[in-house]
C-alpha cells in the first residue's frame, strides 16, 4: 500500500549558544494507510518536535530553520508537500485531515468554553453537523474514549474536568474531525490501564474501519508491543532503529534498544535483575561526532567514534549501528539515513 506520508531527511535547526542546536537531525520514515507506528525513546531524543514539525507547529521558534521534506499523500488525491504550505493551509489540514493529541492537554482546550461547544465547533466545520445531531454525535464521541457519564460532561467546562478526562475530551475533540492520521504524542500517559485499553481499543477500530493511520509517541514499550504494527526508535535526533514489532522485541539490532529492552520489567518475573542505561543522552546543541550513542555503549568500535553509522539492513528492519556492517543484515541494502 502506498504511503499516506512520507518523510525524508527532516532537520530541524534552531539557534543556540555556542551554535545552532539540531533536536531533529535527519528523520525519514512513512506511514501507510491503517498502520499504527511507535517512535520510542528517552526523553529529548526529539520525538515531540519531530512530531510537531510535520505539521508546522514548530515554524514559530524564533530563528528555527526547517529542512527536507513532508509529503502528504491521502489516497486518491495528489500529493501535497507539508513543509511548504502556507499558515492557512496547514491549519485546514490539522483540524481536519491530520489530528494531533498533544503531550500537554491542557493547552488544547479553551477554559471559557463548554465541552460540547468546542467538539461541536469541529463538528460543523468538518462533518456539518449541528445543534441536537452534533450534541448526539459529541455524546458518541465522548462515550468512545472513555468518558463516564458523556451528556453530562459535555455540558461542562475544561476547569470542572481532570486531567485525565480533558485528554480524553481532546482526543473526542481530534477524531470529530476524522482525521486520516493521528499524531499522537504520550495520549494515555496520564489515565488509568482500564480507560488506556478502551482508547486503545477504539483507536484500533478506527484503523480497521477507516484507514486511520496512526504516529503513536510514548515510553511505554508495553503499550507500543499491544498496539503498533512497527516500532522507530529515536535517539539524539535520529532514528536509529526501525522494525516490525515482534522482529523489534525478538531481536532488536541497535545496542540501544537493547538497553531499553532491558530496561524493562518481564511479566515472567524470573527474578533477572533490571538495568538501566548508564548516563544520558546528549544534549542537540552538543552531539558527539561518530555515533551519538557510543559514549554509553559498551560495544563501540573504533569507527563509532569518528563516523555516524548508515542504516544496515533493509526496508523492514533496520538499525544504525557499525556492529551490523559485517553481519548478514548488512547484506541487503542499507537504508539512508
Ligand atoms: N522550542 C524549543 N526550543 C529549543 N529547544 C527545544 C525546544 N523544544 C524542545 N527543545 C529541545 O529539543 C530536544 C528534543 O525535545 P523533544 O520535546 O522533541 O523531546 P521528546 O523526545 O519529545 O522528549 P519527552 O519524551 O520528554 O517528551 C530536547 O533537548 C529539548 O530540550
Ligand atoms: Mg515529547
Known sequence: MSAIIEVKDLRLSI???GGPARPVDGVSFSLSPGECVGLVGESGSGKSLTSQTLIGLTREIPGVKIEGSVRWQPEGEQSRELLKMS????????GGEIGMVFQDPLSCLNPLFRV??????????HCGLKGQAAFERTVELLDSVG???PEQRARQYPH??????RQ???????????????IADEPTTALDVTVQAQILRELGKLR??????????????????????????????RIVEQAPVKEFFDNPRHPYSRGLLES????????????????SPPQPGSFPPGCRFCPRCDSAIAPCQTQYPPHFGDNRHSAACWLLEDSPVASSQPGKQ
Do not use: N, W
Not at 499558515?87 to 490539522?94: G, Q
Not at 480524553?168 to 486520516?180: F, K, Y
Not at 524493562?264 to 548516563?279: A, E, H, R, V
Open 116 to 125: 460540547d461547544y468546542q467538539i461541536g465547533e469541529v463538528l460543523a466545520r
Open 15 to 17: 539557534p543556540a549558544q
Open 87 to 94: 499558515e492557512r493551509e496547514l491549519t485546514s489540514v490539522r
Open 208 to 237: 480497521r474501519e477507516r484507514g486511520l493511520a496512526i504516529l503513536f509517541i510514548t515510553h511505554d514499550l508495553g503499550v507500543v508491543a499491544q498496539v503498533c504494527d512497527r516500532v522507530m526508535v529515536m535517539y539524539a535526533g
Open 168 to 182: 480524553r475530551v481532546i482526543l473526542a475533540m481530534t477524531l470529530a474531525g476524522e482525521p486520516r492520521m493521528l
Open 264 to 279: 524493562l520489567p518481564t511479566l515472567s518475573g524470573d527474578g533477572s535483575k533490571l538495568t538501566s542505561i548508564p548516563g
Open 147 to 149: 468518558v463516564p457519564q
Open 160 to 165: 470542572q474536568l481532570s486531567g485525565g478526562l
